[in-house]
């Protein structure tokens, strides 16, 4: 293994897993940290954890097991990959996790970088955008566990980190390579050891992960993952070959429990051509809901079944006042948990899940221990197989194009 990864949600590391593997490299997405060593083939192997909304002390915790186990498959460069949009609380998680890793690699010049072009993520002047708006104008200022309130990702990182955060300006990316790591050397001089870099396009990208070909850590999302396989490939270390893949035929079941913008619109767009079945809050929170049901309900639809708990941000917000944000959270997370399962059971061979929790959630409920990266759905969303007879398609919130879940159904069973 060349490049272990560290990612602290499932969808954000088949996100990475995806960049990877249309890079070139061999990528396996393990659930957790496995307990025994990785196959020979692999060239990149992605740890996923649950961790971004754990607190501070367990996520850095199961961070560092994971960095163990990669260390121990004998990979020489590791990234820390956390959303495009910097999902954090002022606490962290993603300050604290990365200076732990850095303090385990006697790192000294660590790149921040979540910029993801494809999907409007950018970072200018330290500044993280979507689209044409600020992070803190986008949406993200509701998140209902992370809502990102500061644009500034040097601010929004300092009140997470012991030490001062350094910026590499998007004129220097511009420069190429050689002007970033002049840049990260200065920014190390003046006692910066995480330093956040603009990147507005895929080629800043690909500059940045040029500049940090002998780094041993990198952290961003899975853009800043863009240049690195071809720092290993110069040095006659990819294999070229990548791994076949084949569609799935069978059932096909999609559940959604994001309530970003963009999984919203899909959802309604979704449920006007095909059979949708929300799954309310206070339903839920009392005892109304019975995943077997559920499942019933969905194995009787014709077309793409969608069970969804998708709601608006004052809905979310009067649930939360009315129940407790984390009660709620629980609840439907073992509700999608058991769904999951549930449907597989029945023989479900194509499931598709919108939204980060959620996807953690059917991924733990499964008892998946490792997933095949294969073609890519959209930009930063992969299929991915699971066994013999399932195939997973795991988005993030605000991933994946209007007719999202019709897409994703059509393409899972496709040959490609």
């Excluded at 955008?129 to 309130?149: A, I, Y």
């Excluded at 999984?263 to 809050?281: G, L, Y």
Aim: glycine content about 12%; some cysteine; overall charge negative.
């Amino acid at each position: 293994m060349l490049l272990g990864c560290i990612g602290d949600d499932f969808t954000g590391s088949g996100d990475l897993g995806n960049t990877l593997a249309k890079a070139g490299m061999r990528a396996v997405q393990y659930v957790g940290v496995p307990d025994g060593p990785a196959a020979p083939h692999v060239e990149a192997g992605i740890v996923a954890l649950k961790s971004r909304s754990l607190p501070v002390a367990e996520a850095v915790a199961q961070s560092r097991a994971a960095l163990d186990w990669l260390r121990a498959q004998g990979c020489t460069q590791y990234l820390f990959k956390y959303c495009s949009t910097f999902d954090s609380t002022r606490e962290g998680n993603i300050g604290p996790v990365a200076e732990a890793l850095a303090d385990a690699l006697d790192a000294t010049r660590v790149i921040v970088c979540p910029a993801f072009p494809a999907t409007g993520r950018s970072v200018y002047l330290g500044h993280l955008f979507v689209q044409d708006r600020l992070l803190n104008e986008s949406g993200m200022q509701h998140h209902p566990l992370t809502p990102m309130t500061d644009p500034d990702i040097r601010r929004w990182l300092g009140h997470q980190v012991r030490g001062s955060v350094g910026h590499v300006a998007a004129a220097v990316v511009g420069q190429g390579a050689e002007a970033v790591r002049t840049a990260l050397d200065a920014e190390h001089a003046k006692g910066h050891r995480l330093i956040v870099a603009d990147a507005i396009t895929d080629a800043d990208l690909v500059t940045l992960g040029q500049g940090a070909a002998d780094l041993p850590l990198i952290t961003g999302g899975s853009g800043i993952a863009m240049g690195l396989p071809e720092n290993f490939r110069a040095r006659g270390l990819l294999s070229g070959s990548a791994a076949a893949w084949r569609g799935q035929a069978g059932p096909v079941v999609a559940l959604s429990g994001s309530c970003s913008a963009a999984t919203r619109d899909q959802v309604a767009r979704h449920a006007a051509r095909h059979p949708a079945h929300e799954i309310k809050a206070g339903a839920l929170m009392a005892g109304e809901i019975d995943a077997e049901a559920l499942a019933d309900w969905a194995m009787a639809q014709d077309g793409i079944p969608l069970l969804y708990s998708s709601a608006d941000p004052d809905a979310v917000r009067r649930a939360q006042n009315r129940f407790g944000t984390a009660q709620i959270a629980t609840r439907i997370e073992a509700l999608f948990a058991t769904l999951a399962r549930t449907l597989v059971a029945r023989g479900v061979t194509r499931l598709i899940s919108a939204g980060g929790e959620t996807s953690g959630a059917v991924v733990e409920g499964l008892r998946l221990a490792q997933l095949e990266i294969g073609p890519e759905i959209a930009p930063g969303v992969p299929m991915m197989r699971a066994g013999d007879a399932l195939v997973v398609a795991l988005k993030s919130g605000n991933f994946g194009g209007p007719e999202f879940f019709t897409d994703a159904a059509r393409m899972m069973e496709a040959p490609q």
